[in-house]
């Protein structure tokens, strides 16, 4: 039992306040546990903490070796009812019986059970209410989470399709070019062994980057597709610019055919 502040010289009148209080609990069918060093009276389903302590008051002619005065118990017991966390944001959180001039707990124990019978009733429903509103919460906290999680989805999947329609959609700028190379040097007569392996090489490159295709690449396929197609950003430099097409424009095979001739 939770008599922890009460004076040795009453603690036989605690206990049997508590006896009497569980013979009336158990009574009216409800009950008494211990539970983390705590006593509960179980009222309708309800844990309500409960406790005895006795009124002090200090001594002032007792001090101890760190200047505090000494503790005089009175005699007078006071019987605690602490609701819990669910009660606490509906109604007051302690309802106290005290020892008086003219009263005692002992003839309280009626009052005490009432108030642990109306109050547990109130108890419940705050808790189902805090329970309900708890479900809702986490309802709609499941909701957001999974249509965040199909928005993410959805993203990603789009993102995905639209790479793999930019790949395709390069990958005929690619063969289109390579087409009009292969018909421009054909048209000149230029067409030789070494211009003929060039293409073959460009029409293979077209086909890794093709995303119906594919084709192993043991050169490129380390890369990224996307990464390789982004055009670099232009650098300017203090004494002149030179723009991100340069890089492109500047003399290559594949750059303009009649700078072969």
């Known amino acids: 039992m939770d008599t922890n502040d009460v004076d040795y010289k009453t603690i036989n009148n605690a206990l049997l306040i508590y006896e009497t209080i569980i013979k009336a609990l158990r009574s009216r069918g409800h009950d008494i546990k211990i539970k983390d060093y705590k006593t509960y009276a179980v009222v309708n389903g309800e844990e309500i903490s409960i406790n005895i302590t006795e009124r002090s008051k200090q001594d002032p002619n007792t001090v101890d070796n760190y200047g505090r005065k000494g503790t005089i118990y009175t005699g007078e017991l006071s019987f605690n009812i602490n609701y819990d966390y669910y009660y606490k944001f509906t109604f007051r959180n302690k309802s106290t019986f005290n020892d008086t001039k003219f009263t005692k707990l002992k003839d309280k124990i009626i009052a005490i059970i009432a108030n642990l ?11 189902i209410e805090a329970e309900e ?10 909701i957001r989470q999974e249509f965040k999680a199909r928005q993410e989805k959805e993203l990603k999947e789009f993102k995905s399709l639209f790479s793999m329609a930019e790949l395709l959609h390069k990958t005929n700028i690619l063969r289109q070019y390579i087409s009009t190379y292969e018909q421009f040097v054909k048209e000149h007569g230029e067409m030789d062994e070494d211009i003929s392996n060039k293409l073959q090489w460009a029409k293979e490159k077209a086909d890794w980057l093709d995303p119906f295709i594919s084709k192993e690449d043991k050169y490129l396929d380390k890369y990224d597709k996307n990464d390789i197609l982004q055009r670099e950003s232009p650098e300017y430099h203090s004494w002149r610019y030179e723009d991100s097409h340069s890089t492109y424009y500047n003399y290559s095979f594949w750059a303009k055919p009649y700078w072969r001739r």
């Open 133 to 142: 509103r708890e479900r809702i919460r986490k309802e709609e906290e499941r």
């Open 117 to 127: 019978e109306v109050n547990s009733e109130q108890m419940k429903e705050a808790r």
